[in-house]
């Protein structure tokens, strides 16, 4: 996608990690969570965006990732709108009918 298609679907300017999966392959997000924002001086959402199906090889592996804004993976998958004002510390998953469900058994990422 590139960036004179990206249309402005949420007002937040936050950003956001999210994987190639995503971004490159054009998978929709299968996985989503939010942890407590940076505070690093950038506008964090605190939102991480995964097709849900990399391994640890490939998380670990920084150049399968970056930042972006929020608004600009909602242009690659709008579902994840209605989420987006969730709390930090939720995740949710797709389920096998393709809605998102809250992930009752994920953890909050140890730093």
């Known amino acids: 996608m590139t960036g004179s298609e990206i249309k402005?679907?949420?007002?937040?300017?936050?950003?956001?990690i999210a994987t190639d999966r995503i971004t490159v392959d054009g998978c929709k997000v299968g996985?989503?969570?939010?942890?407590e924002p940076y505070q690093n001086?950038?506008?964090?959402?605190?939102?991480?965006?995964m097709a849900g199906d990399e391994d640890d090889e490939y998380m670990n592996n920084?150049?399968?990732?970056?930042?972006y804004q929020v608004n600009t993976i909602c242009n690659y998958d709008?579902?994840?709108i209605p989420l987006l004002n969730s709390e930090p510390?939720?995740?949710?998953?797709?389920?096998e009918n393709g809605r998102f469900?809250?992930?009752?058994?994920?953890?909050?990422?140890?730093d």
């Open 31 to 35: 996985f989503m969570y939010r942890e």
């Open 101 to 110: 469900i809250r992930d009752e058994e994920w953890e909050t990422p140890k």
């Open 8 to 16: 402005r679907l949420i007002s937040s300017n936050e950003g956001c």
């Open 62 to 67: 920084a150049a399968n990732h970056s930042v």
């Open 78 to 80: 709008s579902e994840i």
């Open 89 to 95: 510390g939720i995740a949710y998953i797709r389920d």
């Open 41 to 49: 001086g950038n506008p964090d959402s605190g939102w991480r965006f």
